[in-house]
T-cell receptor, first 112, second 119 residues
Framework: AQTVTQSQPEMSVQEAETVTLSCTYD???????LFWYKQPPSRQMILVIR??????QNATENRFSVNFQKAAKSFSLKISDSQLGDTAMYFC?????????FGTGTSLTVIP | KAGVTQTPRYLIKTRGQQVTLSCSPI?????VSWYQQTPGQGLQFLFE???????NKGNFPGRFSGRQFSNSRSEMNVSTLELGDSALYLC??????????????????FGAGTRLSVL
């Protein structure tokens, strides 16, 4: 079975600090894509960052970066210089051959 | 370019009724997926349509069905509604079918969702 686990249901971080959200997944496939999506209180799901499993280099998008450990099946998201607008639910997802699999989400609150 | 549009945004139904939700993908996107989102469960995959054909299906009962039209617009239907069907239903579109193309073509773009309440 292919699963995604986000072990931190809720997290908080002080504004301007750095926070890391964890994600592990389980799959027997070797080729897949990994994503982090953000869902602010307004509900629209937005892509934050993406990673191809065959690329060893970790993806970076401005203040967002990932730590991808393929052997450990781990895909954590680091948010640097946290801003109030980062307050949202964050979902880790991966897409092997047939469909997307999402975790249950981590609710992140940025404290002023 | 317009994003993914879902209508209606809110629905209130009673048990036993049926409901139809609509999704218009981003122009040029051929794949449409549907998800059920409930607190604590995350996003549960319902099904994916591509070229008017259901290509992938999640683990939901047959009361949940869908279809896709030639213009890639999709509808989802839930018959004989149950209280447990209350959820946010999200639609997502991508350029291509899951796993068949490059990373960029696999990215899913989501609509704002339809909030269904079953009383």
């Amino acid at each position: 079975a292919q699963t995604v686990t986000q072990s931190q249901p809720e997290m908080s971080v002080q504004e301007a600090e750095t926070v890391t959200l964890s994600c592990t997944y389980d799959t027997s496939e070797s080729n897949y894509y990994l994503f982090w999506y953000k869902q602010p209180p307004s509900r629209q799901m937005i892509l934050v960052i993406r990673q191809e499993a065959y690329k060893q280099q970790n993806a970076t998008e401005n203040r967002f970066s990932v730590n991808f450990q393929k052997a450990a099946k781990s895909f954590s998201l680091k948010i640097s210089d946290s801003q109030l607008g980062d307050t949202a639910m964050y979902f880790c997802a991966f897409r092997p051959r047939n469909q997307f699999y999402f975790g249950t989400g981590t609710s992140l609150t940025v404290i002023p | 370019k317009a994003g993914v549009t879902q209508t209606p945004r809110y629905l209130i139904k009673t048990r036993g009724q049926q409901v139809t939700l609509s999704c218009s993908p981003i122009s040029g996107h051929r794949s449409v997926s549907w998800y059920q989102q409930t607190p604590g469960q995350g996003l549960q995959f319902l099904f994916e349509y591509f070229s008017e054909t259901q290509r992938n299906k999640g683990n939901f009962p047959g009361r949940f069905s869908g279809r896709q039209f030639s213009n890639s617009r999709s509808e989802m239907n839930v018959s004989t509604l149950e209280l447990g069907d209350s959820a946010l239903y999200l639609c997502a579109s991508s350029l291509e079918l899951a796993g068949t193309a490059s990373l960029a073509k696999n990215i899913q773009y989501f609509g704002a969702g339809t909030r269904l309440s079953v009383l």
